[in-house]
């Protein structure tokens, strides 16, 4: 049985609109850069956990559109 990782299937299916977030902790540059044109050409929008650039990889954040990735990332920022 072959399997790949799930980072980039969840990312397509994102930019398709079949769902409405993906958040990855420890992506590498090459998991991600691909992915950044394709989403955002979708309308959705890739941040870092820190509100950077994702290029560098790292904790990355998408989501389907602006509003709704400020709410996850408050979400995810907030102290408990």
Same mark, same amino acid.
């Given at each position: 049985?072959?399997r *790949?990782?799930?980072?980039?299937?969840?990312?397509?299916?994102?930019? %398709? /609109?079949?769902?409405? =977030?993906?958040?990855?902790? +420890?992506?590498?540059? *090459?998991?991600?850069?691909?992915?950044?044109?394709?989403?955002?050409? %979708? /309308?959705?929008?890739? =941040?870092?956990?820190?509100? +950077?650039?994702?290029?560098?990889?790292?904790?990355?954040?998408?989501?389907?559109?602006?509003?709704?990735?400020?709410?996850?990332?408050?979400?995810?920022?907030?102290?408990r």
């Amino acid at each position: 049985m072959t399997r *790949y990782g799930g980072e980039c299937y969840a990312m397509a299916m994102l930019a %398709a /609109g079949h769902i409405d =977030i993906c958040v990855e902790y +420890s992506l590498q540059p *090459y998991d991600i850069i691909p992915l950044i044109p394709i989403i955002e050409h %979708a /309308g959705g929008v890739v =941040i870092t956990l820190d509100g +950077s650039r994702p290029e560098q990889g790292g904790a990355v954040v998408a989501a389907a559109n602006l509003e709704l990735h400020q709410q996850v990332l408050h979400l995810l920022n907030t102290e408990r």
